[in-house]
């Protein structure tokens, strides 16, 4: 009983923290560890359980996301998002996580200052950004970010908003509802390749009983997160979407 409540809060804070800026799966993950999962089995059970969290976001930012030019750019972002989740999942199950483990606090930590520095780096790139190919060069983040998020997960969304707001000149906040849509799409895609695998050849990577309660919590907590971060000033999305990434850099780093 203790257990379930525990992953039910875990899933209803991680679903928050991703819905306003990314990094929800790092506390998710040590919950799953702590009731009893190997790694592996936590990371891919906190896919699983955090989806329903993305749905709700996702229904959060609608209205920013029916907009004609957003719905535009969404659509383009789409197919890279689950090729990274398909990619990504399968990184997870057949190469393990000792080299990726190495580089995550350090790109964790890059682009968590590349965002609060945003500002400042968009002055300097608005006479250079290039106008033609940012299309080309959004769909590449949307798959890079996404083959990262099917793999592992953790601030998925900092590393996304940092380097869309190179590439754009939107607000931060209609980045935001992009980043949800990818996160949505790369997990859901990256959830049913862990729920294929683990049906078809069982493994013990994916513990469905543990995904239960976390499933319920991130639903409301997805639900509750967008609502809170779409009336957020940029500057503190922003510095707080720095915040997470920073901790969650620290962390890995510090773990190992």
Excluded at 183 to 195: D, G, H, K, L, P
Aim: with cysteine.
């Amino acid at each position: 009983m203790f257990s379930d409540l525990w992953l039910f809060l875990s899933g209803f804070v991680a679903a928050g923290v991703n819905a306003a800026a990314g990094g929800g799966t790092l506390l998710s993950f040590p919950a799953l560890i702590a009731a009893g999962l190997s790694p592996i089995a936590a990371n891919a059970t906190s896919t699983v359980g955090l989806l329903p969290g993305m749905f709700a976001s996702t229904g959060g930012y609608w209205r920013e996301l029916s907009s004609p030019e957003l719905r535009k750019e969404a659509r383009l972002q789409i197919v890279p998002a689950a090729l990274g989740g398909v990619l990504g999942a399968w990184l997870l199950l057949h190469l393990g996580g000792r080299v990726f483990a190495r580089v995550v606090p350090l790109l964790l930590l890059a682009a968590s200052a590349l965002l609060a520095a945003q500002p400042l780096v968009a002055r300097w790139l608005g006479r250079h950004r290039p106008q033609q190919g940012s299309v080309a060069l959004a769909m590449l983040i949307a798959l890079a970010t996404s083959t990262y998020g099917g793999y592992f997960g953790a601030g998925q969304g900092i590393i996304f908003l940092a380097a869309m707001g190179l590439v754009t000149t939107r607000p931060i906040g209609e980045v935001n509802a992009l980043k949800v849509l990818v996160a949505m799409v790369n997990s859901a895609v990256a959830a049913i390749t862990f729920v294929m695998v683990e049906a078809w050849h069982p493994t013990g990577a994916l513990d469905f009983r543990a995904a239960l309660p976390l499933c319920i919590g991130s639903f409301a907590g997805g639900w509750l997160g967008a609502r809170v971060a779409r009336r957020l000033p940029a500057p503190v999305l922003r510095g707080f979407a720095a915040g997470v990434g920073v901790a969650i850099g620290l962390y890995l780093a510090l773990r190992r």
